[in-house]
T-cell receptor, first 112, second 114 residues
Framework: GQQVMQIPQYQHVQEGEDFTTYCNSS?????IQWYKQRPGGHPVFLIQ?????EVKKQKRLTFQFGEAKKNSSLHITATQTTDVGTYFC????????????FGAGTQVVVTP | NAGVTQTPKFQVLKTGQSMTLQCAQD?????MSWYRQDPGMGLRLIHY???????DQGEVPNGYNVSRSTTEDFPLRLLSAAPSQTSVYFC?????????????FGDGTRLSIL
């Protein structure tokens, strides 16, 4: 079945530094979504990418969808303590209409 | 705006007990789903519903039942609790198929089975 993998699992970042987290699917995705979950909280929708090669920005966050629509990345510039949390990517199953397949997430810890 | 409301927020059960986790949404969303979240495993789909009266199994349905009698409510029932069901449970809703629309999550229910 479809698998959605995220790397790295953990990311320790010094405040002010940049980092990137990656999401890879074993199958082609029609679109991909990204969510953020703060410690003790619930996942919150960040963005959806649909087109091959699409790039979207939200302030210091840059999201990219791969040309083959099998991978995606989230790049955070000048990391702040407010970026702490776990970032999940999720894609619709190719053979499972109505289901969303989540990656295991990248847990981000920011050191002041 | 209440959004997606889950009750209870915390629960401790003994092995073999049954209980129902409640989920209600006030956004008139057709699609609702239940996930469990375990450390290092992300969110795994338990059951989902594409509308009142229609439910289907997700990735990890064993030991859980659901029903959808109204658009607003989607309760999750644990039939006979087992320690392996200790987890954080999230209910989510979206206007339509979640792959095309963002999902709105509740605050979660933290469940411990002793």
């Amino acid at each position: 079945g479809q698998q959605v993998m995220q790397i790295p699992q953990y990311q320790h970042v010094q405040e002010g530094e940049d980092f990137t987290t990656y999401c890879n699917s074993s199958t082609t995705l029609s679109n991909i979504q990204w969510y953020k979950q703060r410690p003790g909280g619930h996942p919150v929708f960040l963005i959806q990418l649909v087109k091959s090669g699409e790039v979207k920005k939200q302030k210091r966050l840059t999201f990219q969808f791969g040309e083959a629509k099998k991978n995606s990345s989230l790049h955070i510039t000048a990391t702040q303590t407010t970026d702490v949390g776990t970032y999940f990517c999720a894609g619709p199953g190719a053979d499972s209409w109505g289901k969303l397949q989540f990656g295991a997430g990248t847990q981000v810890v920011v050191t002041p | 705006n209440a959004g997606v409301t889950q009750t209870p927020k915390f629960q401790v059960l003994k092995t073999g007990q049954s209980m129902t986790l409640q989920c209600a949404q006030d956004m008139n969303h057709e699609y609702m789903s239940w996930y469990r979240q375990d450390p290092g495993m992300g969110l795994r789909l338990i059951h989902y519903s594409v509308g009142a009266g229609i439910t289907d199994q997700g990735e990890v349905p064993n030991g859980y039942n659901v029903s959808r009698s109204t658009t607003e409510d989607f309760p999750l029932r644990l039939l006979s609790a087992a320690p392996s069901q200790t987890s954080v449970y999230f209910c989510a809703s979206s206007p339509s198929v979640p792959g095309t629309q963002p999902q709105h999550f509740g605050d979660g229910t933290r469940l411990s089975i002793l």
